[in-house]
Each structure stands twice: as C-alpha cells, then as structure tokens.
C-alpha cells in the first residue's frame, strides 16, 4: 500500500522505503526468528521426532525462504533506497 502510494509522489519513495525497511528490522526479521524457534519448540514438546519426513521438510522450506529472503529481498530493498 505505501510502495503504490510512493508511486505518485516521488519525494516521498525514498522516506517509504526506508520506512519499510525500519519496519522490517524490528517487527519482521525478529519475527522469523521467534517463528523458527516456537515452532521446533513445538516439534520437541510434541513428541515427533526431528527425522519425520514432514518435520524435515518444514524446516528446509524454512530455511530456503529466509535465504532467498536474506539473499534477494534484502538487497533489492537496499537498492531500492539508494536509487530512491
């Protein structure tokens, strides 16, 4: 909503961005980290076992989407802010 709204007033692209990335730093990536760690919280006290297909899985899927996120995403948004 505020990248579309940036769209038409270009002074205030660069204050958007860097208000998402605020935002992103200290709601958003400590947020990844509690998800991660709440939900093998959730796998131990449940009883499963870290070797299940389905547990194993997850936590692959995980970890791909927070390096594609750290890898790609975090460096566009940097991009974006110098080119604002």
Known sequence: MW??????????RAYTLKTIRLMEM????????????????LVDRSGRDFTTP??????????????????VYAPLLRRQIMLA
Do not use: D, K, Q
């Open 3 to 12: 990248t579309r709204m940036a769209l038409n007033n270009p002074s205030g």
């Open 26 to 41: 200290r709601y958003v990536n400590p947020s990844y980290v509690l998800v991660g760690i709440t939900g093998l919280a």
């Open 54 to 71: 389905w547990v194993i899985t997850s936590i692959v899927v995980f970890l791909v989407v927070t390096a594609i996120g750290g890898a």
